[in-house]
């Protein structure tokens, strides 16, 4: 399988390593000399962190009401990147409304219908589903097989296995419902088989190769150049600001939010005062997964996807949550913002190469700090 | 001669105060017991002995040795084993291999632990379960055994460990009560004949005050009075704190 | 030992030593196979029998590729020159080199391993549940970062090692023998091991480690002895593997978190974790799923590889030896008082209700 991202190849001319800690101490130096640079990463690394943040709240939400720690939360991000690419090139929708699309259609691939009276028919079609939609997987493997010509039929076995998916009440129904009340490491492993699934389904849709969507705005100068900030990233970060906000008034006012929230606190005694936990679990769950789509759709109009990045931001939602703790939402969005920081400076001063490094390293150190932490109150981390 | 000195232990969660300034100690080769109406902050005064969270102030020593800073499992290498409230056993395995799990790993180096079990530990193991009355039961998978079979079988576990002092928190709660006069029996058989120390919290007054040579009440995780079991019946503070006068 | 037991052992051996030479054409797909068999025991060891589900195991295993690259080159020439140049200069080994190289270094690979294992371990082993889970995942994929921007070990571009000096049949057979001893002496140590009072320690640790911290058991101690055990076995396998690959690089043949690392894991619950010959089937069944889908499902693969995750976990987990437990429960020497159960739920709940 192929790699998300890249360390730098070997350097071109040898013998270079032993000038591994004048180039860091250079790059420190540069950080002194022009302070103007510190912002300029500083910048970056909120744009970044914006959106890690985002991935991470919704790792934050399933983990914490439904105990599902989901490894393919990665992957729903991409997942949302590609819808909103598909719909611009195909449909020519404007990139912008590529956002809401991706959070509509992610919110319905996580289960969104589950309960409804659309799902409960085809659950009392099983059979006819399970028969309709082998027909349709074996015409799309031979479609795919068959080369240029086919792909035109495999994208319609592709949507129509989408769709028998989305009605069946999404991945919800078939996998993330049967681990909620299992051990942890099951949900782990689980979604990590979806993950899997999900990047090489993407590749086969859509290549392996990198897309994104040019909005073609302007960049803003300051400081004599030495700060860019393209108009795009700006939307990008207004707009996933404008998300959380809209999350967070949701589950601060709303009936729904208010029974997650109960769920979260004690299932048990939330099913016992009425709250249908089955359906709070289907309704957190497509939350999450269209909160990653339109994080994604963010994504793809100021960066690049490509089918295998998303253990990158999976990761990434992985860090910020163990650092922030479950139900800690401003803790969340700081730490975004703050490994989405670190990282920039990071691999300013150590080199691209060490910027996966930089967020699991900074990973391991939270363990290790909440573990001694633990240690003083005579506790483990569980 | 004392073997476990709490002095001056206070404890709370949040604004909630479990024990204040509290102060017991428990007597080498003695029975004693801790008893004390719901809520009095008895088990979180056991659960800061054996290591389950820290306390606020004052100190816990064992032989001399503080150990209100060590870990569980630290505590418990010293000899000093607990059971549980809600019996905790290895359900998935039988009688016998339960048994076999808790001889003493404190006193094994590493290498005795790579031999099997040799014929005297079954033997041992046969000898103690027929000692709470479980031998006919000794193959059978325990998580199939009943409650008070499982309280039995968490006992006969301890003594298989050879504690030096052995912490029960409520051993006759849930149990059949025409199985308790049994009970007290082998507690306090295993209190004479095999030397160990017991300190055990009770909430049923008739038990304790049958086997206890020192007991001591809390109320309002406060100590309310200590003595003899005659001394502490009579007490007319223990009497209200029972019968919920204030 | 029964007669049909020994004979079961007899015909198995029989077969692990005729293989190669019946099925020649399959040497490499053979070595793989007791590969995944080494591999996925040593991940029961923690996962299956002391309930610590490492996602992690995969460093000892790049770690030993490594380890042993560096010590047979080391034997003879200067890594950073050797890896700087990277094929442009002669660099030359004799046969008693490559020899001397592939024992010391697969050998070595296991003892570092097992020091490493000591190390990271003290850490690691203080979390529980998903965090040992996600930590030693971390310490993996660290490793595989650190380790590619490494240049002393060639960086990205990954290491050679010598070539075996027969010809092309004999080294497959070589090197698959390796893997075979090293599999047949797992196997035996830890049919072993799983008898001993540690076997039942870990065990303890497994069902219920507050109840064995509360009993004494020195957990810490154990949980690091058997993880240091695993990874001087997955190290030497590691050792054996750069070997055969002969050159490798690190994110995606050394620290192959997201291949090799979860393969060893789903070969277990396939077969049933916590069971001495659990992962072994499991390895066999995952090895022939994959064999089966990498030629006939080509690009499909990993769809079909995640599906079988997701199967496996959600509605297969206590895996083939799992199921015939439940069904079989008198193969495995089982017996449960029905009489007893119904009053120990009874008493339970009277005793529940006395609380």
Same mark, same amino acid.
């Given at each position: 399988m192929k790699r998300g991202f890249s360390g730098p190849k070997r350097g071109e001319n040898p013998g270079e390593e032993a000038d591994l800690m004048d180039q860091i101490a250079g790059n420190i130096g540069l950080l002194i000399d022009y302070p103007l640079v510190n912002f300029k990463i500083l910048i970056d690394g909120v744009m970044i962190g914006a959106l890690f943040a985002l991935a991470a709240y919704g790792l934050a939400l399933v983990w914490g009401v439904m105990n599902v720690k989901n490894l393919a939360q990665g992957d729903f991000v991409i997942g949302g990147g590609y819808v909103s690419w598909w719909l611009v090139k195909n449909v020519g929708l404007h990139p912008l409304l590529g956002v809401p699309a991706a959070f509509v259609v992610m919110a319905l691939l996580g289960g969104a219908l589950h309960g409804t009276p659309i799902h409960n028919w085809a659950r009392s079609q099983t059979k006819a589903m399970i028969w309709v939609s082998s027909i349709t997987a074996v015409v799309f493997v031979i479609a795919t097989y068959m080369g240029e010509q086919a792909g035109s039929i495999a994208g319609y076995a592709?949507?129509?296995?989408?769709?028998?998916?989305?009605?069946?009440?999404?991945?919800?129904?078939?996998?993330?419902?049967?681990?909620?009340?299992?051990?942890?490491?099951?949900?782990?492993?689980?979604?990590?088989?979806?993950?899997?699934?999900?990047?090489?389904?993407?590749?086969?849709?859509?290549?392996?190769?990198?897309?994104?969507?040019?909005?073609?705005?302007?960049?803003?100068?300051?400081?004599?150049?030495?700060?860019?900030?393209?108009?795009?990233?700006?939307?990008?970060?207004?707009?996933?600001?404008?998300?959380?906000?809209?999350?967070?008034?949701?589950?601060?006012?709303?009936?729904?939010?208010?029974?997650?929230?109960?769920?979260?606190?004690?299932?048990?005694?939330?099913?016992?005062?009425?709250?249908?936990?089955?359906?709070?679990?289907?309704?957190?769950?497509?939350?999450?997964?269209?909160?990653?789509?339109?994080?994604?759709?963010?994504i793809v109009m100021v960066w690049v996807i490509q089918p295998f990045y998303g253990i990158t931001y999976s990761v990434r939602a992985f860090v910020i949550v163990t650092a922030a703790g479950l139900g800690n939402l401003p803790g969340v969005i700081a730490a975004g913002l703050g490994i989405g920081a670190a990282e920039q400076y990071g691999s300013h001063i150590f080199g691209i190469g060490y910027q996966q490094a930089i967020a699991v390293m900074l990973l391991l150190a939270v363990l290790i700090y909440r573990l001694m932490q633990q240690k003083r109150n005579r506790q483990v981390l569980q | 001669m004392s073997i476990i000195d709490v002095s001056n232990v206070s404890k709370s969660y949040g604004g909630v105060k479990a024990n204040s300034d509290v102060s017991i100690t428990v007597e080498k080769g003695g029975i004693t017991g801790l008893i004390g109406p719901n809520g009095s902050g008895k088990t979180t005064l056991f659960n800061s002995i054996v290591g389950y969270h820290?306390?606020?102030?004052?100190?816990?020593?064992?032989?001399?040795?503080?150990?209100?800073?060590?870990?569980?499992?630290?505590?418990?290498?010293?000899? !000093?084993?607990?059971?549980?409230?809600?019996?905790?056993?290895?359900?998935?395995?039988?009688?016998?291999?339960?048994? !076999?799990?808790?001889?003493?790993?404190?006193?094994?180096? !590493?290498?005795?632990?790579?031999?099997?079990?040799?014929?005297?530990?079954?033997?041992?193991?046969?000898?103690?379960?027929?000692?709470?009355?479980?031998?006919?039961?000794?193959?059978l998978r325990s998580g199939s055994l009943s409650f008070g079979q499982q309280k039995l079988l968490e006992f006969a576990m301890a003594l298989m460990n050879e504690p030096t002092v052995l912490l029960l928190d409520e051993p006759t709660a849930g149990i059949n009560p025409t199985l308790i006069n049994g009970l007290i029996d082998r507690l306090k058989r295993a209190n004479s004949e095999f030397g160990i120390t017991l300190f055990i919290i009770e909430h049923n007054m008739r038990v304790i005050m049958n086997m206890a040579d020192t007991i001591y009440c809390l109320a309002h995780g406060e100590l309310l009075a200590s003595g003899s079991s005659d001394d502490v019946q009579n007490d007319q503070r223990v009497i209200d704190a029972y019968l919920g006068a204030h | 030992m029964s007669i049909n037991k020994t004979g079961l052992y007899v015909a198995i051996l029989a077969f692990t030593v005729a293989a190669p030479f019946v099925f020649p054409n399959y040497g490499v797909q053979l070595g793989t196979l007791w590969l995944m068999i080494i591999v996925a025991m040593t991940w029961d060891m923690t996962g299956g029998q002391m309930g610590y589900n490492s996602l992690g195991n995969i460093f000892f295993y790049g770690t030993g590729m490594y380890v042993a690259a560096v010590i047979a080159i080391g034997l003879v020439y200067d890594v950073g020159e050797y890896t700087g140049a990277a094929g442009g200069g002669r660099y030359e080994f004799t046969d008693a080199q490559y020899f001397t190289g592939f024992i010391l270094g697969t050998l070595g690979a296991g003892v570092f391993c097992a020091i490493t294992a000591f190390i990271i371990g003290y850490v690691t082993f203080g979390l529980r549940g998903p965090y040992f889970a996600i930590g030693t995942l971390g310490v993996a994929i660290a490793a595989g970062e650190l380790v590619s921007n490494w240049d002393w070990v060639g960086g990205g571009q990954g290491i050679t090692l010598p070539v075996y000096p027969g010809n092309l049949d004999e080294g497959k057979v070589f090197i698959y023998f390796a893997f075979a001893i090293t599999g047949v002496l797992l196997f035996i140590f830890l049919n072993w091991l799983y008898k001993t009072r540690f076997g039942a320690a870990i065990n303890a640790i497994r069902d219920d480690e507050e109840k064995a911290e509360a009993m004494g058991i020195h957990t810490m101690r154990y949980k690091l002895v058997t993880w240091a055990m695993s990874a001087f076995f997955v190290g030497i396998v590691g050792g054996i593997s750069a070997f055969q690959l002969i050159s490798f690089e690190p994110l995606e043949s050394a620290y192959q978190t997201i291949n090799l690392g979860i393969f060893m894991v789903v070969c277990v619950l396939l077969g049933g974790k916590g069971t001495l010959w659990g992962p072994i089937i499991g390895a066999i069944m995952f090895q022939v799923f994959k064999e089966v889908t990498w030629n006939y499902f080509l690009g499909w693969q990993w769809v079909a590889l995640g599906a079988l995750i997701v199967v496996t976990v959600v509605y297969f987990q206590d895996?083939?030896?799992?199921?015939?437990?439940?069904?079989?429960?008198?193969?495995?020497?089982?017996?449960?008082?029905?009489?007893?159960?119904?009053?120990?739920?009874?008493?339970?709940?009277?005793?529940?209700?006395?609380?």
């Open positions: 592709g949507l129509i296995l989408t769709i028998l998916l989305i009605i069946n009440g999404g991945i919800y129904n078939l996998v993330i419902s049967r681990v909620i009340e299992r051990d942890l490491f099951t949900s782990l492993l689980a979604t990590f088989g979806l993950a899997i699934m999900g990047a090489q389904i993407m590749n086969l849709l859509f290549g392996s190769d990198t897309q994104s969507l040019d909005l073609g705005y302007d960049t803003l100068y300051f400081a004599d150049g030495l700060i860019d900030v393209p108009i795009a990233k700006l939307i990008g970060v207004v707009m996933a600001a404008a998300l959380a906000t809209a999350v967070i008034l949701f589950m601060k006012r709303s009936r729904m939010g208010q029974a997650i929230r109960a769920t979260a606190q004690d299932a048990r005694a939330a099913r016992v005062l009425g709250i249908d936990t089955e359906k709070v679990y289907a309704f957190t769950f497509s939350l999450n997964a269209a909160i990653c789509g339109a994080a994604g759709a963010i | 820290p306390i606020d102030s004052g100190s816990i020593k064992y032989e001399g040795q503080e150990i209100s800073h060590m870990q569980v499992p630290e505590i418990a290498r010293l000899g !000093l084993l607990r059971t549980f409230q809600q019996t905790r056993i290895y359900g998935a395995m039988d009688c016998v291999e339960n048994m !076999l799990i808790s001889l003493p790993h404190r006193k094994m180096s !590493l290498w005795d632990t790579l031999r099997s079990n040799t014929a005297e530990d079954r033997e041992r193991a046969g000898h103690l379960l027929e000692f709470v009355g479980l031998y006919e039961k000794r193959h | 895996g083939l030896m799992g199921w015939l437990r439940v069904t079989k429960p008198e193969w495995f020497g089982l017996t449960i008082d029905e009489k007893g159960n119904e009053q120990s739920q009874k008493a339970a709940s009277s005793g529940e209700a006395a609380q």
